[in-house]
Nanobody
Framework: QVQLVESGGGSVQAGESLTLSCAASGYTFGAYCRGWYRQVPGKEREGIAVIDSNGRITVATSVKGRFTISQDNAANTLVLQMNDLKPEDTGMYYC??????????????????WGQGTQVTVSS
């Protein structure tokens, strides 16, 4: 059974940093797409940063230059480093991972597995 558990969320002031982690059990990061998504009330979940099955990294325009996705293979953990946080970065952050490759090119993950989310709140 695949479990993804996010941690590291919290409440910060604008300009500060947070590091989110996603620990996996029953799953090894690396073969398929994995990444981070964000959802705010009343809006659809949006992709923030992913690593696809070829190792290609995609980062949303809204966070480019401020957020970095990486993977700790030894710990089997996916990390999202968030710097220079802005109030518009507020939301529930979810870790996602796939169990297969897409049938056609896809920028974002299919979303085979999801974590429970960790809340990030940025105040001005």
């Amino acid at each position: 059974q695949v479990q993804l558990v996010e941690s590291g969320g919290g409440s910060v002031q604008a300009g500060e940093s947070l590091t989110l982690s996603c620990a996996a059990s029953g799953y090894t990061f690396g073969a398929y797409c994995r990444g981070w998504y964000r959802q705010v009330p009343g809006k659809e979940r949006e992709g923030i940063a992913v690593i696809d099955s070829n190792g290609r990294i995609t980062v949303a325009t809204s966070v480019k230059g401020r957020f970095t996705i990486s993977q700790d293979n030894a710990a089997n953990t996916l990390v999202l480093q968030m710097n220079d946080l802005k109030p518009e970065d507020t939301g529930m952050y979810y870790c996602a991972a796939d169990s297969r490759r897409p049938f056609a090119f896809a920028t974002w993950c299919l979303g085979s597995h999801w974590g429970q989310g960790t809340q990030v709140t940025v105040s001005s």
